[in-house]
Structures are given as structure tokens and as C-alpha cells.
């Protein structure tokens, strides 16, 4: 996963995009991960979505929204590849389905 971001990222960087915007990963104390990804130029139909937390137990869970054209998701410490797969899939498909996640979230 980190090598398709890698290349998405490099398709975007035009000499103005990357000095715009930007890719933020963190950890934080739940504990777990966080990504923040500008999405202005995934396309036009990516629609806003609230938090909505997916949530096995306290060590299994992610969750994600959109808003103002930021991808924001976050999820326990094993599921930062996760998070970046669930962006991977809104670039690809244009949203993310409660199916696709509880798929993801049972296989971990």
C-alpha cells in the first residue's frame, strides 16, 4: 500500500499540487493511526460523508469521513495499510461501502 501511495502522489505532483496540499499520517493515542489526504483532484463525484466508526472491539476497529475535500480516516495500531487501502479504494471506485470496510476490518 505504501508504494501506491507513493505513486499516486508522484502522478499528482505538478510544480503547484504538492505545495497545496498534502498527506499527513500520525499516530494517536487510542492508540492507532490517522491520514488526512487532500482529495481535490480524485474527481468531482466524491460525495461528503460524516464520521462513521467501524468498530469490532476495542483494538479492532477504523473509521473514516469526507469533508471539504479531505479524506480523514483513522483506525487501531494494526490498520494504518488499512487506511490507506480505503483511500486507495475511494480514488479508485469513487466511494467506500460499508461492505468493503467490513470486509477489510473481519480479515484483520
Not at 494504518?80 to 479508485?92: G, H
Amino acid at each position: 500500500m505504501i508504494k501506491w501511495l507513493q505513486n499516486w502522489y508522484y502522478q499528482l505532483c505538478d510544480g503547484e499540487w504538492e505545495h497545496e496540499n498534502r498527506i499527513r499520517i500520525e499516530t494517536i493515542d487510542n492508540p492507532g493511526w490517522s491520514i488526512e489526504i487532500d482529495i481535490s483532484k480524485c474527481g468531482s463525484d466524491i460525495l461528503p460523508k460524516s464520521w462513521t466508526l467501524y468498530e469490532l472491539s476495542d483494538n479492532n476497529w477504523i473509521g473514516f469521513k469526507i469533508h471539504d475535500r479531505i479524506f480523514y480516516a483513522a483506525g487501531d495500531s494494526f490498520k494504518l495499510e488499512v487506511l490507506i487501502s480505503l483511500f486507495r479504494e475511494l480514488t479508485e471506485k469513487g466511494e467506500i461501502t460499508d461492505e468493503y470496510i467490513w470486509s477489510i476490518i473481519n480479515s484483520k
